[in-house]
């Protein structure tokens, strides 16, 4: 796990982040949807100010929210809170982010090493609190993701909160290649991040799907795109056929077991 000092320096770089891009933004662009359905920007950043509000024990909302894009229990409850700031402009949601945010960050400092390693309740399963403060970060980065891509206004894809979230995915890439993507046994998986953030994957599949440190033999096939859009394709958030078609995605080696694995790359509920 992650330690609590880069915990919270990745915290504190994606939350100035969003203070950097929300306070460049009209009203417009506000409204303006973004990459999850149903969800403007302003919804993005209502999401993580109604996370953080959960987080510092706040009580939810009493509304009743609707929608197809409403899954799941976590999507319910993530919809009351955004719900809650759709009356307001995109620069109040801003105002209620960074009181929230400054609060947050001020209790994270003063939890000590032992707080951090509680085992509790995070969207992974039963886990260290440290680990669902990474879960924050990824979450944090990938919806800003979300609102800047749909605004043509790259950036933020590289730095120690960019870092901390694709090593969310890595965690997870085991599940992800061999129950998500079901790569046969033998098979061997490379997936290249050509950067900002620069990983090599290489997942062996035996009796199960994990990741090694190198492969003894060639890979048998390799997925070859960006940090950035790697981190959108698990998040669920676009299609490996559109990546492939544009070149975003190049997959060397098995082309259909390449197919099948990227196509099924999305982890997040």
């Given at each position: 796990?992650?330690?609590?000092q880069?915990?919270?320096?990745?915290?504190?770089?994606?939350?100035?982040?969003?203070?950097?891009?929300?306070?460049?933004?009209?009203?417009?662009?506000?409204?303006?949807?973004?990459?999850?359905?149903?969800?403007?920007?302003?919804?993005?950043?209502?999401?993580?100010?109604?996370?953080?509000?959960?987080?510092a024990?706040n009580?939810?909302?009493?509304?009743?929210?609707?929608?197809?894009?409403?899954?799941n229990?976590?999507?319910?409850?993530?919809?009351?809170?955004?719900?809650?700031?759709?009356?307001?402009?995109g620069?109040?949601?801003?105002?209620?982010?960074?009181?929230?945010?400054s609060?947050?960050?001020?209790?994270?400092?003063?939890?000590?090493?032992?707080?951090?390693?509680?085992?509790?309740?995070?969207?992974?399963?039963?886990?260290?609190?440290?680990?669902?403060?990474?879960?924050?970060?990824?979450?944090?980065?990938?919806?800003?993701?979300?609102?800047?891509?749909?605004?043509?206004?790259?950036?933020d894809?590289?730095?120690?909160?960019?870092?901390?979230?694709?090593?969310?995915?890595?965690?997870?890439?085991g599940?992800?290649?061999?129950?998500?993507?079901?790569?046969?046994?033998?098979?061997?998986?490379?997936?290249l991040?050509?950067?900002?953030?620069?990983?090599?994957?290489?997942?062996?599949?035996?009796?199960?799907?994990?990741?090694?440190?190198?492969?003894e033999?060639?890979?048998?096939?390799?997925?070859?795109?960006t940090?950035?859009?790697?981190?959108?394709?698990?998040?669920?958030?676009?299609?490996?056929?559109?990546?492939?078609?544009?070149?975003?995605?190049?997959?060397?080696?098995?082309?259909?077991?390449?197919?099948?694995?990227?196509?099924?790359?999305?982890?997040?509920?």
């Amino acid at each position: 796990m992650i330690g609590k000092q880069d915990i919270i320096e990745g915290l504190e770089e994606v939350w100035e982040a969003w203070e950097g891009f929300g306070s460049n933004l009209s009203e417009d662009e506000w409204m303006t949807l973004s990459r999850c359905p149903g969800w403007t920007v302003k919804d993005n950043l209502a999401h993580i100010v109604g996370t953080e509000n959960m987080l510092a024990g706040n009580p939810a909302p009493k509304n009743s929210p609707e929608g197809e894009h409403i899954k799941n229990p976590i999507g319910e409850a993530n919809e009351k809170w955004v719900e809650s700031f759709r009356s307001l402009p995109g620069t109040e949601v801003l105002k209620a982010f960074g009181e929230i945010t400054s609060e947050r960050l001020d209790v994270l400092r003063h939890l000590t090493e032992e707080e951090f390693a509680n085992v509790g309740w995070t969207p992974a399963g039963e886990a260290p609190y440290g680990r669902f403060m990474q879960i924050r970060i990824y979450d944090s980065w990938l919806h800003l993701q979300d609102c800047r891509e749909p605004l043509g206004r790259a950036g933020d894809e590289d730095g120690k909160s960019a870092e901390i979230s694709v090593q969310e995915v890595v965690e997870a890439i085991g599940y992800i290649v061999g129950k998500r993507g079901k790569a046969p046994q033998g098979s061997r998986i490379e997936i290249l991040l050509t950067g900002p953030i620069e990983r090599t994957l290489s997942i062996q599949v035996n009796e199960k799907a994990q990741l090694v440190a190198h492969f003894e033999e060639e890979p048998t096939v390799s997925l070859i795109l960006t940090s950035t859009d790697f981190l959108a394709l698990t998040g669920g958030r676009s299609s490996a056929s559109q990546y492939v078609n544009d070149g975003r995605l190049i997959i060397e080696g098995a082309q259909e077991l390449g197919e099948q694995i990227s196509e099924n790359l999305a982890f997040t509920v």
